[in-house]
C-alpha cells in the first residue's frame, strides 16, 4: 500500500479500535457501578486509567519505535491491547484496574508511532488536513462505541462488551500486518536519527499541553455525557445515542477545521476560535433543556481545532526528530489526560452533577489558547499564518 490517502484510511481504521476499547468504560459506566459497587470518581479514574502507561512509556515508545521499527511497535501494542481487553473480563475490580493499565500500554504505543506515521507520509502537504482526518479516527471510534456497547452491555454484560472490543482490534492486527508500508521502505530510504534540541523540546512540550488540554475538554463530553443524562432520567442506551450525535458530527467538523487551516493558512486563527466557542457551548450544553440542539451545536464545534492542534509538532521536527518528539508530544498529552480526566470526575462530585465536568471542560479549553502563546514564544513567532514545512 504505497498510496497516501489509502495508508491514511488503514492508519485510521486501526487507530479507531483504540477509541472502541477506551470507550468501553464510559459507555457501560452505569453497569459498572452497579456491578462493582463503584462511583463517579472511580470511574473516572478507571476512564483515565487508560492513559496512565503514557506518562512513563510515551518518550521512550518513540525510542522504542526507532529501535525496532513503527509496523512491529504497533503490532506489539495491538497484541497489548488484545491482552489488556481479555483481562479486564475479570470479575474484580483490581482485574479492572490491571486489565485498563495493560491496554492503555498498548495504546501508548499506538498513538506516538501512528502519528508519526502519518507525520512521515504527509509532511509539507496537506498535514494540518491529513492529521484532522486521522485524529477523527478518536470520534469515529466514540461514536460506533456509543451507539453498540451500551446495547451490547444492557443486553449480554460488560464482559460482552470487553469481548467485542478484542474481536476488533485482532481484525487491526491483521489489517497493519497485511497492508501497511512505511514511506521510507516505499523509498528505500530512512532518515538519520538526530536528538532534540532544548528549543524545539520545549515547544513540543506545549504543543503537547495543548493538545492534552483540548482532549480533556473533549472527554468530559462523551465520559461523563452519558451520566449527565442518565441523571435527568434518560436510560443508558438513549443517552448515549444522543452523545454519539456530538461524535457523528465530530467527525465531520474535526476534518473541516483541518481543510480550512490549510487552505486559509490561519491555523492559528482556526485553533482559537474553535477552542473557545468549543468552551461556550460546553457550559451552554448542561444548563439547558434543549438537549438534541445543544449536541448538535456541540457536534459543530467540537472539532475544529483538532487538526491545527495536531499540525503544531509537525513545524518543529525535522524527519529525524519525529519519533523522539512525537514521544515527548504524547508524555505531555498523557500526564494530562491521566490526570484531567479523573480530576473532571471529582469536580463533578463536587458540583454535585456529571454535567460539572463540562464546566471543567471548558476552563481547560480556555487555557489552550494561552499555551499557544507560549508555543509562539518558544519558537519565535507570533499568532499569525504559518507556513508548513517540507
Not at 457536534?299 to 495536531?310: E, M, N, Q, T
Not at 463540562?358 to 479549553?365: P, S
Request: proline fraction near 5%; charged fraction near 10%.
Amino acid at each position: 500500500m504505497c498510496n497516501r490517502w489509502s495508508t491514511l484510511a488503514l492508519l485510521f481504521a486501526i487507530r479507531a479500535t483504540m477509541a472502541f476499547q477506551f470507550q468501553s468504560v464510559a459507555a457501560v459506566a452505569p453497569l459498572l457501578g452497579r456491578d462493582f459497587g463503584v462511583g463517579l470518581a472511580d470511574i473516572g479514574v478507571l476512564i483515565g486509567l487508560y492513559f496512565a502507561p503514557g506518562i512513563v512509556l510515551a518518550l521512550p515508545g518513540g525510542a522504542i519505535g526507532q529501535r525496532f521499527g513503527d509496523k512491529a511497535t504497533v503490532l506489539a501494542g495491538l497484541a497489548l491491547m488484545f491482552a489488556g481487553g481479555l483481562a479486564m473480563t475479570s470479575d474484580s475490580w483490581s482485574g479492572q484496574l490491571a486489565g485498563r493499565l495493560v491496554a492503555g500500554t498498548g495504546g501508548v504505543l499506538l498513538n506516538v508511532l501512528m502519528t508519526k506515521m502519518v507525520t512521515d507520509w504527509f509532511a509539507g502537504r496537506e498535514i494540518s488536513t491529513a492529521m484532522a482526518i486521522f485524529v477523527n479516527s478518536w470520534p469515529f471510534g466514540l461514536a460506533i462505541s456509543l451507539l453498540l456497547l451500551p446495547a451490547i452491555g444492557t443486553a449480554y454484560g460488560t464482559n460482552a462488551v470487553y469481548l467485542a472490543v478484542t474481536v476488533l482490534i485482532a481484525v487491526g492486527m491483521l489489517i497493519l500486518r497485511t497492508f501497511y508500508q512505511s514511506p521510507g521502505v516505499v523509498a528505500n530510504k530512512e532518515p538519520p536519527k538526530t536528538p532534540l534540541d532544548r528549543k524545539t523540546a520545549a515547544a513540543v512540550i506545549a504543543a503537547g499541553l495543548i493538545w492534552s488540554l483540548y482532549n480533556v475538554g473533549f472527554a468530559m463530553i462523551f465520559s461523563f455525557g452519558p451520566s449527565m443524562l442518565t441523571e435527568r432520567g434518560w436510560s443508558i442506551t438513549a443517552a448515549g445515542s444522543a452523545m454519539s450525535i456530538v461524535l457523528w458530527l465530530a467527525a465531520l467538523s474535526v476534518p473541516l477545521g483541518g481543510y480550512l487551516a490549510d487552505r486559509s493558512n490561519r491555523h492559528d486563527a482556526i485553533l482559537v476560535a474553535g477552542c473557545i466557542v468549543f468552551a461556550m457551548m460546553l457550559i451552554v450544553t448542561p444548563r439547558t433543556g434543549a438537549v438534541l440542539p445543544s449536541m448538535v451545536a456541540l457536534g459543530i464545534v467540537c472539532g475544529l481545532a483538532a487538526g491545527p492542534i495536531l499540525s503544531l509538532p509537525t513545524r518543529v521536527l525535522a524527519p529525524g526528530t519525529r519519533a523522539i518528539g512525537m514521544g515527548l508530544f504524547y508524555t505531555i498529552y498523557y500526564l494530562g489526560m491521566m490526570f484531567g480526566t479523573a480530576l473532571g470526575g471529582r469536580y463533578a462530585v463536587w458540583a454535585g452533577s456529571a454535567g460539572g465536568a463540562f464546566d471543567f471542560g471548558a476552563a481547560v479549553l480556555v487555557a489552550c489558547t494561552v499555551i499557544l502563546w507560549s508555543f509562539h514564544r518558544t519558537v519565535g513567532t507570533g499568532l499569525v499564518p504559518v507556513r508548513m514545512p517540507s
